[in-house]
């Protein structure tokens, strides 16, 4: 995606001969929604004013008074190559329909927003950077039966493995090839990837893992990432899942994201003597992560099939303690990392049945709940085993289901509604 004002976006629909407009936005659960009109259609005061739509069936509003409108955000226009006629595709916002057309609050975007507006009124840091790992798996057949009487689900993979599939090879590796194909499309949107490899799991588990961008931007990445395989998987005959725990004893998929803060470019989780290479802030921002780990989970793991994952022995963060290479810790801290610059932690727990515009939102305000409290992590009990620490340590384990994330969430949520950016409502 990139930048464009409205007379560059009508230039493109000249030059391209762009029939129609396709507006997309995530309702909150994180179900994409579209809306297409005729390229002619767009003008400045539609950019304005926006295109009405039932704001009850994105569960925005009371079905009462549901009227709302989408306007376009014309910075995030791309082609789509999945239409048949030739479309331009961007995000759009939810906006009130009075005069003013007041921004929505609950539109996860504008949460996104806001919690990068509250990290800059700290002072601390002025921009947030995310590194997300996307996890899936592919299978050649899904079927599944609900009904009165029955309940079940199939999934079957041409590949079965008797061993560790982490970085299987071609012919093993049958996925290799739709991988290649994703990541140039990811590439024509401007989604930046690291690279791509078979994961661990033995029937059809990938990993793409992406490059760090702000928060809002790894939002809008991680839709259009999930977008991307669902639509080229149905080109291709197969099915592609973000379900956490697809198969009993494989192997779960999360939603890995690696981050840093930035100060006038600067990385200022960066201390080259602390722990880990790790500053005073950024363990005040691990101490906040940590210690609303809990609540955090209604959000980022909000799915009963999150807690089915978050289980021992498949290398699944379950335990509320940080450290070095540690990737059953909630937060692990690369050690491979050499550049200062790029000094980070990876939090663990997430996966993408998750809205990621909430998910990293929510993250991030624990975080400067941290830093603004001064939260010391090895004074909370959550220190890792090569860490000095003077209180003994006890395995404190993530909830293990989504009712006891609820409830650690309606116990546990004023960390996200400081400056107004999660609304008491949400």
């Not at 960066?270 to 290479?277: F, K, L």
């Not at 998910?359 to 939260?375: E, Q, W």
């Not at 395995?395 to 289901?401: E, T």
Request: hydrophobic share 35%.
């Amino acid at each position: 995606m990139s930048g464009n004002g409205f007379a560059a976006v009508k230039k493109r629909i000249e030059d391209e001969g762009i029939r129609f407009i396709d507006l997309k936005m995530l309702d909150l659960s994180g179900r994409l929604h579209h809306l297409s009109f005729p390229a002619s259609r767009l003008t400045e005061s539609l950019c304005r004013h926006g295109l009405g739509f039932d704001g009850s069936s994105y569960g925005f509003l009371k079905v009462e008074n549901s009227d709302m409108v989408l306007v376009p955000d014309l910075s995030t226009t791309a082609r789509d190559p999945f239409r048949s006629s030739p479309t331009l595709t961007m995000f759009a916002e939810a906006r009130l329909a009075d005069a003013g057309r007041t921004p929505f609050a609950q539109d996860s975007r504008c949460i996104a927003r806001r919690a990068e507006e509250a990290l800059r009124q700290t002072g601390v840091a002025d921009a947030s950077h995310w590194g997300p790992e996307y996890e899936f798996h592919i299978f050649e057949e899904a079927e599944f039966l609900s009904e009165a009487n029955d309940s079940a689900f199939g999934v079957r993979s041409g590949e079965k493995f008797y061993q560790n599939a982490y970085h299987a090879c071609n012919p093993f590796d049958r996925y290799d090839d739709f991988r290649d194909e994703v990541c140039e499309v990811m590439d024509d949107f401007n989604i930046p990837v690291r690279y791509h490899h078979h994961e661990v799991g033995a029937q059809g588990q990938q990993e793409i893992e992406g490059w760090f961008a702000d928060l809002a931007t790894t939002g809008d990445h991680a839709v259009l990432t999930k977008y991307i395989l669902f639509n080229l998987a149905e080109r291709h005959g197969l099915k592609v899942t973000f379900m956490p725990k697809p198969m009993l004893d494989n192997a779960g998929s999360g939603w890995h994201l690696h981050q840093f803060l930035t100060k006038g470019g600067k990385n200022v989780f960066n201390q080259d003597d602390g722990y880990a290479g790790l500053s005073e802030t950024a363990l005040h921002y691990i101490g906040g992560v940590l210690t609303h780990a809990d609540s955090l989970c209604a959000f980022t793991n909000p799915s009963t099939k999150s807690f089915k994952r978050l289980v021992t022995c498949f290398e699944a963060a379950t335990v509320r303690t940080f450290g070095r290479s540690n990737r059953g810790a909630a937060i692990r801290i690369p050690s491979y990392v050499s550049d200062p610059q790029m000094r980070r932690i990876e939090y663990r727990p997430p996966d993408l049945t998750a809205n990621p515009y909430i998910c990293c939102a929510s993250i991030l305000m624990a975080g400067l709940d941290g830093i603004i409290n001064r939260i010391d992590p090895i004074e909370a009990g959550y220190a890792p085993e090569d860490a000095p620490s003077s209180k003994a340590q006890a395995a404190d384990f993530l909830p293990r289901s989504l009712d006891d994330a609820l409830d650690a969430l309606e116990n546990d949520h004023q960390f996200l509604v400081r400056d107004g950016v999660f609304p008491e409502t949400l």
